[in-house]
Nanobody, 121 residues
Framework: QVQLVESGGGLVQAGGSLRLSCAAS????????MGWYRQAPGKQRELVAE???????NSADSVKGRFIISRDNAKNTVYLQMNSLKPEDTGVYFC???????????????WGQGTQVTVSS
């Protein structure tokens, strides 16, 4: 059974930092693209940052230069270092895994339960 367990959320003042962690089990972590998404109240879930199996990263324009995604395959964990936080970064942050096949595209994807991040002004 696949589990993605996020931790590290909380309440922080604008300009502060948080580090989110997502511990994965039940899957071959190194073969999965890992990502962080967020959902603000009344808004759709959006991609924050993603890291491929080879370590290539991609992030939303709104967080470029402030957020850093990284992974530790030995620990089956993906991280999101969030710096210079803004009130508009508030939301529930979800961890996501995606396994892709060249022939079939996405063959499996899983979500964590989410962790709340609240940035006060």
């Amino acid at each position: 059974q696949v589990q993605l367990v996020e931790s590290g959320g909380g309440l922080v003042q604008a300009g502060g930092s948080l580090r989110l962690s997502c511990a994965a089990s039940g899957l071959i972590f190194s073969q999965n693209i890992m990502g962080w998404y967020r959902q603000a109240p009344g808004k759709q879930r959006e991609l924050v940052a993603e890291i491929t199996t080879s370590g290539t990263t991609n992030s939303a324009d709104s967080v470029k230069g402030r957020f850093i995604i990284s992974r530790d395959n030995a620990k089956n964990t993906v991280y999101l270092q969030m710096n210079s936080l803004k009130p508009e970064d508030t939301g529930v942050y979800f961890c996501n895994s995606k396994r892709k096949s060249t022939a079939w595209g996405i063959i499996s994807t899983y979500w964590g339960q989410g962790t709340q991040v609240t940035v006060s002004s």
